[in-house]
């Protein structure tokens, strides 16, 4: 069905009408929900007028009530074409929802007479419920329940001189005002529990995005301790291992490059690290620039994380070595390793990024800047656990910032 721009009772378009159906924040939801009312009480009003003016002329005051509901209705509605007014509107058509089926009632000859037409009334304070929310329409309710009571009080009143009217019509209002009601009420309460179950379903996807990405930012145990409402993590370690790799050149790769094409160039290869990185079950810390620092042994220890970096690292020159040869580049990278005790944890507030502190965290990046092209270096407490299974050769003495000379290894196999 193709949908059409054509206005329907209360100003808004087809195509309106049905977005406000589907989409129930939408500002225009008021309007759709006060049509269907309205359009059903006008049915029900046609239904009246119709019966009560068939049986004669002394019935024409019970007739002038749904008469008058719809003259009441048709004219807000034009004031509120001219003054775009729909709060206005609003409250002209709940007063009439909410007290036009008691008038009839009382018109009619009471509670018997009418089949308890006045339970259309409760239409209004659902339709406030919708409109204008919880809060407001408490009144409305209040109302009705007000007029429900006077009804009862007086009902010995509007049933003491009514006009007779047939068994069998009797019985049509009677099963109409049952039915009316009950269609209007279960298609309402139907619609908010479908609402109420795509809201559920938005919502649980809504939350496994979010878990996702809160997951591609930080460790998943250190996600679930902060969903935990755990806001102070502050962790020790003491022994992990850190490996800071970086780009040759790539100060002057920027300056060469367009930076869409830079940009893909580190995607694509920073992308094959992550897939190793996981492989290992390591912790990717951060990129900056061409700068990528990854963890073993944070937020969960493990005893092998020297050798399982060692091997990452290995991995890594290998992958750059296959990269080369698809993109037919020629890039190298220097890689520094060291190992220690360090603090980690979690900063910031609204951006949160998990981090780690500490002397070798600095050493790890000095082996890096210190490193020679196409090598992976690594300092001397790395090497005392590494020594026994993987070649290592030995360097020297190498000058390094706030350390003076200190010995360093280069990680062959």
């Keep these: 069905m193709q949908l059409t721009d054509t206005p329907t009772t209360f100003g808004i378009t087809t195509r309106e009408f049905w977005h406000s159906i589907s989409h129930p924040t939408d500002s225009t939801l008021g309007k759709a929900i006060l049509t269907i009312l309205v359009f059903a ?15 004669g002329e002394g019935y024409a005051m019970m007739a002038a009530v749904p008469y008058a509901y719809i003259i009441v209705s048709y004219v807000s509605l034009l004031i509120f074409y001219r003054s775009k007014k729909f709060e206005y509107l609003t409250f002209t058509q709940l007063v009439m929802l909410l007290v036009m089926p008691f008038f009839m009632q009382w018109v009619i000859g009471g509670y018997e007479a009418s089949s308890g037409i006045a339970i259309w009334a409760i239409l209004s304070p659902i339709g406030a419920l919708m ?3 919880t809060r407001q329409s408490t009144p409305w309710f209040a109302l009705f329940l007000v007029l429900a009571g006077i009804s009862w009080k007086l009902n010995y009143m509007f049933a003491g001189n009514p006009l007779p009217i047939p068994l069998r019509i009797k019985d049509t209002f009677f099963l109409m005002n049952i039915m009316g009601v009950a269609c209007i009420l279960y298609a309402v309460m139907r619609y908010f529990q479908s609402q109420k179950e795509r809201t559920l379903q938005e919502l649980s996807l809504e939350q496994t995005r979010s878990e996702k990405l809160l997951l591609n930012i930080l460790p998943k145990s250190i996600a679930n301790r902060l969903k935990d409402n755990d806001m102070r993590i502050a962790d020790s370690h003491e022994a992990v291992t850190i490996l800071f790799a970086d780009i040759v050149g790539f100060t002057k790769m920027t300056a060469s490059m367009p930076p869409a094409e830079l940009v893909d160039l580190l995607s ?16 990717k810390i951060k990129t900056i620039g061409d700068g ?12 092998d994380h020297a050798t399982v970096i060692a091997q990452l690292a290995l991995d ?20 520094g390793i060291s190992s220690g005790p360090v603090v980690a944890g979690v900063i910031g507030t609204s951006k949160f990024a998990y981090d780690i502190w500490g002397d070798p965290v600095n050493m790890a990046s000095r082996m890096e800047k210190t490193g020679l092209p196409g090598t992976i270096q690594v300092s001397e407490f790395t090497y005392q656990l590494l020594k026994a299974n993987h070649n290592l050769e030995s360097r020297g003495l190498i000058e390094i910032k706030g350390k003076g000379e200190v010995n360093t290894y280069l990680l062959k196999s």
């Design 41 to 55: 009480e006008s049915l029900v009003c046609i239904f009246w007028i119709y019966t009560l003016s068939g049986l």
């Design 131 to 133: 409109i204008l929310g």
């Design 268 to 283: 694509q290869l920073f992308s094959r690290f992550d897939k190793l990185a996981d492989k290992y079950g390591l912790e």
């Design 292 to 303: 990528y620092m990854v963890v073993g042994g944070a937020p969960v220890g493990r005893e």
């Design 316 to 335: 890594m020159q290998q992958e750059l070595a296959e990269f080369n040869e698809q993109t037919d580049k020629k890039l190298e990278m220097r890689i």
